[in-house]
């Protein structure tokens, strides 16, 4: 399982690393990282999934971007010859949506995986580049999904007005908006109030409960999701399923810490150890 | 040199244009883009954007915070469009009570406070690499520090970012 992004961070190289997460601890390699929102925040959640699990490992290829974007270009440069060895699941997240770079790497990675998972800055640059149907799982929040419904948006800041309007009362709507205009993959996780589990544009399945209304203001809950997902999927436990069991570890796990909307995700990513013990009793 | 005259195709996905008055100003800004990093050429801008500015720089879309910063500082006048689509930035936000916090969204940025204090206690979304750096630079500061640490946002999640703060001291303004 390979996780690949930027981290905002002063780091003018590409490192590529093992993930671990002891106490509050987060390395990538000999890399200590602080968790945030972000890809921090997902590999961390990751982490959590695995150490209840055993047996596999969590790499991620990361360089430094506060925004400037060279990080990403830089990225994007050692993907293009990179030798990554076959994987279960490859996730890109946080980085700039720079879509002819992002269209020089893709191919390379999809030939490297089974499961091709995208949130956050590749994920605008997938639909942006018209290559939503070439991964396999989107994780977008509703505001993202007005982004993939618009049909000429490259970035959700474009979203025409009527689809914000409408994306937290109309999700069906929308989800069937993007899923004839192209821009999503065979299977979505939609986050929101209640997590939607979405098969080739329709609704298979529903995660409502348990019900923590603050962290929809808690940055890094959506990564947390997508972190836990990918390392379900990279356990093999069918696509359907890992969806539905990320929806309910990572409510559970947010239930557990007991959040406020000035809670930091680090306190929900560490309660994701007794999450998982709950939804498997 | 600028490229005005170049015929060759190239992919025009996720660009920008920024249209300006005369070839005058498109050099000027073309050096100045150039001068801070940023990878612009010389073209024509379509005819649905012509409206009063006849000649244009394609940028990179989701540059377009960074790129409004440098610009904002010279006197010249210019205007940014997406090239795919007719829309402007989103300007619309929507603001949720949850406690004793405010929410507000700009469609993919959510940024909380609390309202007694005027403190970021939250940001969540986005998927450009600023949004974790300015995410931790943004929380525990006031709403009046956060406009400052905005100015280190480039991308057009940023740009949200920067909606949802002027809206939350709007709010805090009309207490």
């Not at chain 1, 490992?57 to 060895?85: V, W």
């Not at chain 2, 070839?23 to 010389?42: D, S, T, Y």
């Amino acid at each position: 399982m390979l996780v690949i992004g930027t981290v905002p961070i002063s780091l003018d190289e590409v490192i590529v690393g093992e993930v671990s997460f002891e106490g509050e601890k987060l390395k990538v390699g000999s890399l200590t990282l602080p968790v945030n929102l972000g890809v921090t925040a997902l590999i961390a959640a990751s982490s959590q999934v695995l150490k209840v699990t055993k047996g596999l490992t969590l790499k991620a290829i990361l360089t430094g971007d506060k925004g400037e974007g060279k990080g990403t270009k830089r990225l994007f440069q050692y993907l293009k010859t990179a030798n990554i060895s076959p994987q279960k699941v490859i996730c890109g997240h946080y980085m700039m949506p720079y879509v002819d770079e992002f269209k020089g790497v893709f191919p390379h990675l999809r030939k490297r995986t089974k499961w091709m998972v995208a949130d956050a800055g590749v994920m605008y640059a997938a639909k942006a580049a018209g290559m939503a149907k070439e991964f396999d799982v989107f994780t977008p929040d509703v505001g993202e999904l007005a982004f993939l419904a618009d049909e000429k948006a490259t970035h959700p800041a474009y979203v025409k007005r009527i689809l914000f309007e409408m994306d937290t009362q109309d999700v069906i709507s929308l989800i069937k908006k993007a899923y004839v205009a192209q821009n999503i993959p065979r299977y979505l996780l939609v986050k929101g109030k209640e997590d939607l589990i979405v098969e080739n544009g329709k609704i298979v399945a529903s995660v409502a409960e348990p019900t923590v209304e603050a962290m929809e203001a808690i940055g890094g809950t959506g990564d947390s999701l997508v972190g836990i997902l990918i390392a379900l999927l990279a356990l093999g436990i069918p696509v359907r399923q890992a969806m539905i069991m990320a929806a309910r570890i990572n409510r559970l796990a947010g239930k557990l810490a007991c959040p406020t909307p000035a809670t930091s995700i680090t306190e929900i990513i560490l309660a994701i150890s007794e999450a998982i013990k709950e939804v498997l009793k | 040199m600028l490229g005005f005259l170049k015929k060759k195709k190239k992919e025009l996905t996720g660009k920008g244009l920024i249209l300006v008055e005369n070839v005058a100003n498109a050099m000027a800004i073309e050096r100045l883009l150039k001068e801070h990093g940023f990878q612009v050429r010389g073209v024509a801008p379509p005819l649905h954007l012509r409206k009063g500015f006849d000649l244009a720089l394609e940028c990179e879309l989701v540059e377009q915070m960074a790129i409004e910063r440098v610009l904002n500082k010279t006197k010249i006048p210019y205007e940014i469009a997406a090239l795919t689509t007719e829309e402007r930035p989103q300007e619309l936000t929507k603001v949720k009570q949850l406690g004793e916090y405010i929410l507000i969204r700009a469609v993919n940025m959510k940024l909380a406070f609390d309202p007694k204090t005027g403190k970021i206690v939250n940001v969540s979304g986005g998927g450009c690499p600023d949004v974790p750096f300015l995410a931790q630079n943004l929380v525990g500061k006031t709403l009046a520090e956060a406009k400052k640490i905005m100015e280190e946002g480039y991308s057009l999640c940023a740009y949200m970012l920067n909606k949802a703060v002027y809206k939350a001291l709007k709010l805090m303004d009309q207490k």
